[in-house]
T-cell receptor, first 118, second 112 residues
Framework: AQSVAQPEDQVNVAEGNPLTVKCTYS??????LFWYVQYPNRGLQFLLK??????LVKGSYGFEAEFNKSQTSFHLKKPSALVSDSALYFC????????????????FGTGTLLAVQP | KAGVTQTPRYLIKTRGQQVTLSCSPISGHRSVSWYQQTPGQGLQFLFEYFSETQRNKGNFPGRFSGRQFSNSRSEMNVSTLELGDSALYLCASSFTREETQYFGPGTRLLVL
């Protein structure tokens, strides 16, 4: 079964410093990986995705993620954190049907709360 | 282009009642999925609709049902509400079943 893990419940970083939010995955076949962000009392906002190709994926708001097949990781990164980046971040993987068919079902990690201090 | 809209945004019900939540996808999107978000269980998949047909269903009791209309709008219904159904219900839409999903703001349901 497909799964993702976010090992850190919370990440604290000072404004201006680089940030990393970790995600590891377990999949059968090629992974389709996503990062979403959730601000308080809001839905999820799409940041970026990895389907295939370049291991460094660039997304919205200056975020990027590095796909590492050997370490089965898909860490979210940003070179310089902003206070406004403080939010809940979710890593997700697209599920696969038993017969290998398409599905839009996403399996989410437990989320990582990013706190950026001014 | 307008985003995914969900109505109502907030809802208070009592145990035993039923509730219907509505989702209007982004214009042109034909796939709609529903998720439940709770502090204890996190984000869990409820069901997925494409071309008015349920394509996939999560591990939820039969009290949870949904449908999709010809204009791709979707509704989900929860009958005989339980306290544990209190959650944020999120709807997501995508152009096809394999494209990126975009989420609405959610409907926050409180069951008393």
């Amino acid at each position: 079964a497909q799964s993702v893990a976010q090992p850190e419940d919370q990440v604290n970083v000072a404004e201006g410093n680089p940030l990393t939010v970790k995600c590891t995955y377990s999949v059968s076949g090629n992974p389709y990986l996503f990062w979403y962000v959730q601000y308080p009392n809001r839905g999820l906002q799409f940041l970026l995705k990895y389907i295939t190709g370049d291991n460094l994926v660039k997304g919205s708001y200056g975020f990027e993620a590095e796909f590492n097949k050997s370490q089965t990781s898909f860490h979210l990164k940003k070179p310089s954190a902003l206070v406004s980046d403080s939010a809940l971040y979710f890593c997700a993987v697209r599920d696969v049907m038993n017969y290998g068919g398409a599905t839009n079902k996403l399996i989410f990690g437990t989320g990582t709360l990013l706190a950026v201090q001014p | 282009k307008a985003g995914v809209t969900q109505t109502p945004r907030y809802l208070i019900k009592t145990r035993g009642q039923q509730v219907t939540l509505s989702c209007s996808p982004i214009s042109g999107h034909r796939s709609v999925s529903w998720y439940q978000q709770t502090p204890g269980q996190g984000l869990q998949f409820l069901f997925e609709y494409f071309s008015e047909t349920q394509r996939n269903k999560g591990n939820f009791p039969g009290r949870f049902s949904g449908r999709q209309f010809s204009n791709s709008r979707s509704e989900m219904n929860v009958s005989t509400l339980e306290l544990g159904d209190s959650a944020l219900y999120l709807c997501a839409s995508s152009f096809t079943r394999e494209e990126t999903q975009y989420f609405g703001p959610g409907t926050r349901l409180l069951v008393l």
